[in-house]
C-alpha cells in the first residue's frame, strides 16, 4: 500500500496540545500561538490545552510530561526556542522524550524555510518524533515559520502519521 492510499485512512479531528515557549510572550500577544489554534479549529481538529512556559528545562519537560501522560491528547506542538542562541533549548529538552524520530520534517521544513528565509535556514533546528504514540512538534515561533509548519507539513501528515503509529 502506497502513501496516497495509507492517507485515506488519516486521522480527521485531531485532538492538539499548543504550547508556546517564551520569556516574553502572553496570551494576549502570541501572535503565533493563536494563529496555530485558528487554523487547527478551523480544519476541525481540537485544540486541548494551550500554555505559554517560560525558556526552563524544568518549565518545559513538566509540561511536556504531562501533556504525554494526557490520553485524549494525540498530537503537541511546541513553538518557539528552537533556534540556536542559549535561550533556545526547546530541542534540548523534548528531544530526549522522543522514542522515534522523524528526520524528514526538520530536513524539509529547513529547505521549504530556504524560498522564504534564504540560508538563514540553517539556524532552525525544528524537529518531530514520536513519544506515548503521540506526534511532537518542535517548530520556530515566528508567524512565517508557523505558517510553514502548519500549512505545509502538519496538516498535511499529522493525521496519517497517527494512523500508522496506532494501526
Not at 502572553?26 to 481540537?46: R, V
Not at 510530561?65 to 533556545?88: A, H, P, V, Y
Amino acid at each position: 500500500m502506497g502513501a496516497h492510499e495509507h492517507k485515506k485512512h488519516s486521522i480527521k479531528n485531531i485532538n492538539f496540545a499548543v504550547v508556546t515557549i517564551s520569556d516574553t510572550r502572553t496570551k494576549q500577544n502570541d501572535h503565533s500561538g493563536i494563529f496555530i489554534q485558528e487554523i487547527l479549529k478551523n480544519q476541525g481538529h481540537n485544540i486541548l490545552d494551550y500554555d505559554i512556559i517560560k525558556d526552563e528545562k524544568k518549565e518545559i519537560t513538566s509540561k511536556a510530561k504531562n501533556l504525554l501522560s494526557i490520553g485524549d491528547i494525540q498530537s503537541i506542538i511546541f513553538t518557539g526556542g528552537t533556534g540556536i542562541s542559549s535561550r533556545d533549548i526547546t530541542i534540548d529538552t523534548i528531544k530526549p522524550l522522543i522514542k522515534k524520530e522523524l528526520p524528514g520534517f526538520g530536513e524539509i521544513f529547513r529547505m521549504l524555510s530556504m524560498d522564504e528565509i534564504g540560508s538563514a535556514a540553517i539556524m532552525s533546528r525544528a524537529i518531530c518524533g514520536i513519544a506515548e504514540d503521540k506526534i511532537i512538534f518542535c517548530i520556530p515561533g515566528s508567524k512565517g515559520a508557523v505558517k510553514l509548519a502548519i500549512e505545509q507539513l502538519i496538516l498535511k501528515e499529522c493525521g496519517h502519521m497517527l494512523w500508522e503509529i496506532n494501526r
